[in-house]
């Protein structure tokens, strides 16, 4: 009797513990994991985004938020195949979001962002198919919401990395799917201008669209926008990746 107490007592608070995280509402959930979201600390708030899908499994804002987090951990893994299926598994995410709610920009959106972060990891054909695809739902996110910043820059990079698609991988698209669209980096300059009026704070836009200029040989602007967005504080998760590029597009300037 005398250890028999005190372990009933550790094992009913242990349990009572429990019984309170799990009977927490999912608005409690998101609010807690929003917190964690915001440090980009991706692995606690799946947690807590994770408990919420339990209780919510159909709320479309829930799959968002726990695609993105996927999507964080994934710029963190060390190896492709891990990229890879932590990709996938924001991809899923976002499909059942967009799938549940097809009027949602955001879940839309979350498609076309998934599959932009696994492209570079893919083959040839699945790139052309993932191209596909971007501009697909990017474009409906911007049919249901045009003031969608974010949109715009994924619009945006869409063009750019097309106008600069080479000869061989636009030939292998013409015999796997007829063809590639095509497009020209005046449209990628338009779409990171209209991102950045809809949302000045984002220092993805500036850079994006300075290594847009330098890829039309416009060295002027392309290094006032990229070093715009080098002087501003990183913010989000992709921030310092996306600095990196920056000023990997500076040092090749002439």
């Known amino acids: ?36 979201d915001l440090r980009l600390d991706a692995s606690e708030a799946l947690q807590y985004y994770l408990e919420a899908e339990k ?13 993105r987090q996927y999507r ?31 009027n949602n920009a955001d879940a839309q959106l979350s498609i ?14 699945d790139q052309m198919e993932a191209s596909r695809l971007i501009k697909a739902t990017v474009d409906k996110a911007l049919r249901l919401n045009p003031n969608n910043d974010l949109a715009w820059h994924v619009l945006g990079r869409w063009h750019r990395v097309l106008s600069d698609t080479s000869m061989l991988k636009r030939s292998l698209a013409a015999l796997a799917f007829g063809g590639l ?7 990628a300059v338009k779409c990171f201008q209209k991102a950045i009026e809809i949302n000045p704070k984002r220092l993805i836009h500036y850079v994006e669209l300075g290594r847009a200029y330098a890829q039309m040989n416009r060295p ?6 990229i070093e715009k967005g080098l002087a501003m ?15 990997e597009t500076l040092a090749k300037l002439r």
């Not at 209780?55 to 695609?67: G, K, M, S, T």
């Not at 076309?112 to 054909?125: E, N, Q, T």
């Not at 992709?238 to 000023?247: E, H, P, V, Y």
Request: aromatic fraction near 6%.
């Open 233 to 247: 504080p990183d913010v989000e998760k992709d921030d310092a990746d996306t600095k990196r590029r920056g000023r």
């Open 112 to 125: 076309a962002i998934s599959y932009g972060k696994m492209l570079p990891l893919m083959g040839v054909r």
């Open 220 to 225: 002027v602007e392309a290094r006032r926008s």
């Open 72 to 102: 964080h951990l994934m710029a963190d893994a060390a190896t492709r195949e891990e990229k890879l299926r932590l990709g996938n598994m924001a991809l899923d995410y976002a499909k059942r979001a967009a799938a549940l709610a097809p």
């Open 55 to 67: 209780l919510q499994p159909d709320n479309p804002e829930v799959l968002v938020r726990i695609a």
């Open 181 to 187: 669209p095509q497009t020209t980096r005046e449209e």
């Open 1 to 36: 009797m005398k250890f028999w107490l005190p372990r009933t007592l550790v094992t009913a608070a242990f349990l009572g513990i429990c019984v309170c995280v799990h009977a927490q509402s999912p608005e409690v959930l998101l609010a807690k994991g929003y917190v964690f």
